[in-house]
């Protein structure tokens, strides 16, 4: 069974550039969800894809969207980056089945300068 | 507003205790509740899960207690050990599937 993993491991950008993470979802799970994670906070949820949908938000800007792929596998894209926008990107996939369990990625941490 | 908190925020103890993380969350109607470790600077590592009709869940020497009436979980870590040490998170996925997550406790084992 492959885990989830994420790509880049780390990534610096300036301010107002584009950025593009990746997550590849565990094995047999079709939904991917997103988090930031600021130092010293705990993960802030972003949204959550299922099936290539998006199925549900939490409160982030526009600026910030996502895709997921007919293998379930997902992008997460921020625009006009913000020195605010530094943190650890965590994915995590899940089974609707399983009772929804967790399993995260080793994301990516970004900054911005 | 949905929320989670997680007492105490830093916790120093010598190898060998046991020791409980508290965490308090303001929605009853939860879904499930996760435990999460998480190594500096790393990913979350799955520890336990509660369902929403369970009490307790164990793995080890880790046992979680979910109490919905109270809006209370405890992460019950017997006889630690320098490996434990890391940040504990707790977090409950709400009936909308949005999971809320606590800041964590910092946990540092004494050798």
């Known amino acids: 069974e492959t885990g989830v993993t994420q790509s880049p491991t780390h990534l610096i950008k300036t301010r107002g550039q584009q950025v593009t993470l990746r997550c590849s979802s565990q094995s047999g799970h079709n939904t991917v969800s997103w988090y930031q994670q600021a130092l010293g906070q705990g993960p802030q949820f972003i949204f959550q894809?299922?099936?290539?949908?998006?199925?549900g938000r939490g409160n982030f800007p526009p600026r910030f969207s996502g895709l997921q792929f007919p293998n379930y596998s997902s992008e997460l894209n921020v625009n006009a980056l913000e020195l605010d926008d530094s943190a650890l990107y965590l994915c995590a996939s899940s089974e609707p089945g399983l009772y929804n369990e967790q399993f995260f990625g080793p994301g990516t941490r970004l900054t911005v300068l | 507003k949905q929320e989670v908190t997680q007492i105490p925020a830093a916790l120093s103890v010598p190898e060998g205790e046991n020791l409980v993380l508290n965490c308090s969350f303001t929605d009853s109607a939860i879904y499930n509740l996760q435990w999460f470790r998480q190594d500096p600077g790393k990913g979350l590592t799955s520890l336990l899960l509660i369902q929403s009709s369970q009490r307790e869940q164990t793995s080890g020497r880790l046992n979680a207690s979910l109490d919905k009436s109270s809006g209370r979980s405890t992460l019950y870590i017997a006889a630690s050990q320098p490996g434990d040490s890391a940040t504990y998170l707790c977090?409950?996925?709400?009936?909308?599937?949005?999971?809320?997550f606590g800041k964590g406790t910092r946990l540092h084992i004494l050798p």
């Open positions: 894809y299922y099936r290539e949908e998006e199925n």
């Open positions: 977090a409950f996925m709400n009936r909308d599937d949005k999971i809320i």
